[in-house]
Antibody, heavy 114, light 112 residues
Framework: EVQLVESGGGLVQPGASLKLSCVAS????????MSWVRQTPGKTMEWIGD????????NYAPSLKNRFTISRDNAKSTLYLQMSNVRSEDTATYYC???????WGQGTLVTVSS | DVVMTQTPPSLSVAIGQSVSISCKSS???????????LNWLLQSPGRSPKRLIY???KLDSGVPDRFSGSGSEKDFTLKISRVEAEDLGVYYC?????????FGAGTKLELK
Protein backbone atom coordinates (compact mmCIF):
# COMPACT_ATOMS: atom_id res chain seq x y z
CA GLU A 1 0.00 0.00 0.00
CA VAL A 2 1.30 3.42 -0.97
CA GLN A 3 1.72 5.80 1.95
CA LEU A 4 2.96 9.37 2.16
CA VAL A 5 3.20 10.67 5.71
CA GLU A 6 3.92 14.35 6.25
CA SER A 7 5.19 15.83 9.49
CA GLY A 8 6.72 19.00 10.85
CA GLY A 9 3.73 21.33 10.79
CA GLY A 10 2.53 23.39 13.72
CA LEU A 11 2.28 26.93 15.00
CA VAL A 12 5.14 29.15 13.88
CA GLN A 13 5.81 32.86 14.27
CA PRO A 14 6.03 35.22 11.30
CA GLY A 15 9.58 35.45 9.97
CA ALA A 16 10.59 32.04 11.29
CA SER A 17 11.73 28.97 9.38
CA LEU A 18 10.17 25.53 9.28
CA LYS A 19 11.07 22.24 7.62
CA LEU A 20 8.41 19.75 6.61
CA SER A 21 9.11 16.08 5.91
CA CYS A 22 7.26 13.43 3.96
CA VAL A 23 8.15 9.77 4.33
CA ALA A 24 7.13 7.51 1.46
CA SER A 25 6.47 3.79 1.41
CA UNK A 26 4.79 1.24 -0.82
CA UNK A 27 6.39 2.41 -4.05
CA UNK A 28 9.88 3.03 -5.41
CA UNK A 29 10.36 6.59 -4.20
CA UNK A 30 13.57 7.11 -6.16
CA UNK A 31 11.71 6.52 -9.46
CA UNK A 32 9.29 9.43 -8.98
CA UNK A 33 9.34 13.14 -9.30
CA MET A 34 7.66 14.49 -6.15
CA SER A 35 5.72 17.67 -5.41
CA TRP A 36 4.48 19.83 -2.56
CA VAL A 37 0.99 21.31 -2.76
CA ARG A 38 -0.77 23.46 -0.19
CA GLN A 39 -4.41 24.17 0.60
CA THR A 40 -5.41 27.37 2.33
CA PRO A 41 -8.09 27.53 5.02
CA GLY A 42 -10.41 28.81 2.28
CA LYS A 43 -9.71 25.57 0.35
CA THR A 44 -7.69 27.15 -2.46
CA MET A 45 -5.13 24.68 -3.82
CA GLU A 46 -1.64 25.88 -4.79
CA TRP A 47 1.20 23.93 -6.32
CA ILE A 48 4.47 24.85 -4.58
CA GLY A 49 7.02 22.98 -6.67
CA ASP A 50 8.54 19.64 -7.51
CA UNK A 51 11.83 17.77 -7.58
CA UNK A 52 13.28 15.28 -10.02
CA UNK A 53 13.60 11.66 -8.95
CA UNK A 54 17.37 11.97 -8.33
CA UNK A 55 17.13 15.38 -6.69
CA UNK A 56 19.10 17.07 -9.46
CA UNK A 57 16.39 19.49 -10.61
CA UNK A 58 13.60 21.47 -9.05
CA ASN A 59 10.74 23.64 -10.26
CA TYR A 60 8.93 26.20 -8.13
CA ALA A 61 5.93 28.47 -8.26
CA PRO A 62 7.55 31.84 -8.98
CA SER A 63 5.84 33.52 -6.02
CA LEU A 64 7.44 31.04 -3.58
CA LYS A 65 10.80 30.35 -5.18
CA ASN A 66 12.78 32.75 -2.99
CA ARG A 67 11.50 31.40 0.33
CA PHE A 68 10.79 27.69 -0.19
CA THR A 69 13.27 24.91 -1.01
CA ILE A 70 12.42 21.34 -1.91
CA SER A 71 14.91 18.52 -1.37
CA ARG A 72 14.89 14.76 -0.97
CA ASP A 73 16.85 11.88 0.51
CA ASN A 74 16.20 8.77 -1.54
CA ALA A 75 18.07 6.57 0.94
CA LYS A 76 15.44 7.55 3.51
CA SER A 77 12.53 7.75 1.02
CA THR A 78 11.90 11.22 2.36
CA LEU A 79 10.87 14.48 0.74
CA TYR A 80 11.47 17.82 2.41
CA LEU A 81 10.12 21.36 2.21
CA GLN A 82 12.23 24.07 3.82
CA MET A 83 10.17 27.20 4.45
CA SER A 84 11.86 30.44 5.43
CA ASN A 85 10.63 33.89 6.46
CA VAL A 86 7.10 32.55 6.77
CA ARG A 87 4.11 34.87 6.55
CA SER A 88 0.51 34.67 7.68
CA GLU A 89 -0.51 33.84 4.11
CA ASP A 90 1.58 30.65 4.32
CA THR A 91 -1.00 29.27 6.76
CA ALA A 92 -2.24 26.13 5.02
CA THR A 93 -2.30 22.36 4.99
CA TYR A 94 0.77 21.11 3.14
CA TYR A 95 0.57 17.92 1.10
CA CYS A 96 3.30 15.92 -0.54
CA UNK A 97 2.28 14.21 -3.75
CA UNK A 98 3.85 12.24 -6.52
CA UNK A 99 4.26 13.94 -9.87
CA UNK A 100 1.89 13.27 -11.62
CA UNK A 101 -0.37 13.45 -8.53
CA UNK A 102 -1.45 9.82 -8.27
CA UNK A 103 -0.38 9.60 -4.62
CA TRP A 104 -1.18 12.09 -1.82
CA GLY A 105 -0.25 12.31 1.81
CA GLN A 106 -2.68 13.16 4.61
CA GLY A 107 -1.24 16.67 4.95
CA THR A 108 0.34 18.65 7.75
CA LEU A 109 -1.11 21.93 9.00
CA VAL A 110 1.13 24.97 9.25
CA THR A 111 -0.25 27.97 11.12
CA VAL A 112 1.72 31.22 10.99
CA SER A 113 0.73 33.53 13.80
CA SER A 114 2.28 35.57 16.58
CA ASP B 1 0.37 31.26 -15.16
CA VAL B 2 -2.41 29.18 -16.72
CA VAL B 3 -5.76 30.12 -15.19
CA MET B 4 -8.18 27.24 -14.67
CA THR B 5 -11.79 28.41 -14.57
CA GLN B 6 -14.01 25.80 -13.01
CA THR B 7 -17.81 25.94 -12.99
CA PRO B 8 -20.15 25.76 -11.27
CA PRO B 9 -18.75 26.54 -7.81
CA SER B 10 -21.33 24.25 -6.27
CA LEU B 11 -23.90 21.66 -7.28
CA SER B 12 -26.81 20.30 -5.32
CA VAL B 13 -27.78 16.85 -6.53
CA ALA B 14 -30.02 13.94 -5.69
CA ILE B 15 -28.64 10.44 -5.45
CA GLY B 16 -28.89 8.81 -8.86
CA GLN B 17 -28.77 12.09 -10.75
CA SER B 18 -26.07 12.81 -13.34
CA VAL B 19 -23.93 15.95 -13.20
CA SER B 20 -21.22 17.68 -15.20
CA ILE B 21 -18.44 20.00 -14.10
CA SER B 22 -16.60 22.26 -16.51
CA CYS B 23 -12.98 23.36 -16.45
CA LYS B 24 -11.61 25.86 -18.96
CA SER B 25 -7.95 26.81 -19.24
CA SER B 26 -6.51 30.12 -20.37
CA UNK B 27 -4.06 28.30 -22.67
CA UNK B 28 -4.10 25.05 -24.59
CA UNK B 29 -3.06 22.15 -22.37
CA UNK B 30 -1.59 20.11 -25.22
CA UNK B 31 2.03 19.45 -24.29
CA UNK B 32 5.02 19.19 -26.62
CA UNK B 33 4.73 15.40 -26.39
CA UNK B 34 1.12 15.71 -27.70
CA UNK B 35 -0.36 14.55 -24.40
CA UNK B 36 -2.85 16.72 -22.49
CA UNK B 37 -2.14 16.78 -18.77
CA LEU B 38 -5.51 17.56 -17.29
CA ASN B 39 -6.42 15.85 -14.02
CA TRP B 40 -9.59 15.66 -11.95
CA LEU B 41 -9.35 15.26 -8.18
CA LEU B 42 -11.95 14.62 -5.49
CA GLN B 43 -11.54 15.79 -1.92
CA SER B 44 -14.08 14.02 0.26
CA PRO B 45 -14.96 15.74 3.57
CA GLY B 46 -12.05 15.58 6.00
CA ARG B 47 -9.83 13.73 3.54
CA SER B 48 -6.87 14.43 1.30
CA PRO B 49 -7.47 14.95 -2.40
CA LYS B 50 -7.58 11.82 -4.51
CA ARG B 51 -6.97 11.73 -8.25
CA LEU B 52 -9.82 10.26 -10.25
CA ILE B 53 -8.85 11.02 -13.84
CA TYR B 54 -5.60 11.86 -15.60
CA UNK B 55 -4.75 12.93 -19.14
CA UNK B 56 -8.32 14.15 -19.66
CA UNK B 57 -10.11 10.81 -19.73
CA LYS B 58 -8.04 8.02 -18.16
CA LEU B 59 -9.54 6.62 -14.95
CA ASP B 60 -7.29 5.84 -12.01
CA SER B 61 -7.38 2.31 -10.70
CA GLY B 62 -10.47 1.61 -8.62
CA VAL B 63 -12.42 4.62 -9.86
CA PRO B 64 -15.96 3.62 -10.86
CA ASP B 65 -16.86 3.95 -14.52
CA ARG B 66 -19.67 6.30 -13.46
CA PHE B 67 -16.94 8.91 -13.76
CA SER B 68 -15.83 10.07 -17.18
CA GLY B 69 -13.65 12.87 -18.48
CA SER B 70 -13.69 14.52 -21.85
CA GLY B 71 -12.46 17.56 -23.68
CA SER B 72 -9.49 18.93 -25.52
CA GLU B 73 -7.23 21.97 -25.86
CA LYS B 74 -8.78 24.42 -23.39
CA ASP B 75 -12.20 22.98 -22.57
CA PHE B 76 -12.74 19.98 -20.30
CA THR B 77 -15.65 18.25 -18.58
CA LEU B 78 -16.04 15.78 -15.76
CA LYS B 79 -19.29 13.82 -15.82
CA ILE B 80 -20.65 11.74 -13.00
CA SER B 81 -23.46 9.42 -13.97
CA ARG B 82 -25.80 8.20 -11.24
CA VAL B 83 -24.27 10.11 -8.31
CA GLU B 84 -23.77 8.09 -5.14
CA ALA B 85 -23.33 9.35 -1.59
CA GLU B 86 -19.58 8.56 -1.66
CA ASP B 87 -19.18 11.01 -4.56
CA LEU B 88 -19.93 14.04 -2.40
CA GLY B 89 -17.11 16.48 -1.77
CA VAL B 90 -15.09 19.05 -3.67
CA TYR B 91 -13.85 18.37 -7.20
CA TYR B 92 -10.77 20.14 -8.55
CA CYS B 93 -9.24 20.22 -11.99
CA UNK B 94 -5.46 20.46 -12.16
CA UNK B 95 -3.31 21.16 -15.21
CA UNK B 96 0.12 19.54 -15.36
CA UNK B 97 1.21 20.79 -18.76
CA UNK B 98 2.58 24.26 -18.04
CA UNK B 99 4.72 25.32 -15.09
CA UNK B 100 3.63 26.35 -12.56
CA UNK B 101 0.92 23.71 -12.38
CA UNK B 102 -2.42 25.25 -11.46
CA PHE B 103 -5.75 24.21 -9.98
CA GLY B 104 -9.31 25.21 -10.56
CA ALA B 105 -11.14 26.80 -7.62
CA GLY B 106 -13.18 23.69 -6.99
CA THR B 107 -16.78 22.53 -7.31
CA LYS B 108 -18.59 21.45 -4.18
CA LEU B 109 -20.99 18.57 -4.80
CA GLU B 110 -23.69 18.41 -2.13
CA LEU B 111 -26.84 16.43 -1.55
CA LYS B 112 -30.12 18.06 -2.45
Amino acid sequence: EVQLVESGGGLVQPGASLKLSCVASGFTFSDYWMSWVRQTPGKTMEWIGDIKYDGSYTNYAPSLKNRFTISRDNAKSTLYLQMSNVRSEDTATYYCTSTPPAYWGQGTLVTVSS
Amino acid sequence: DVVMTQTPPSLSVAIGQSVSISCKSSQSLVASDKNTYLNWLLQSPGRSPKRLIYQVSKLDSGVPDRFSGSGSEKDFTLKISRVEAEDLGVYYCLQGTHLPYTFGAGTKLELK
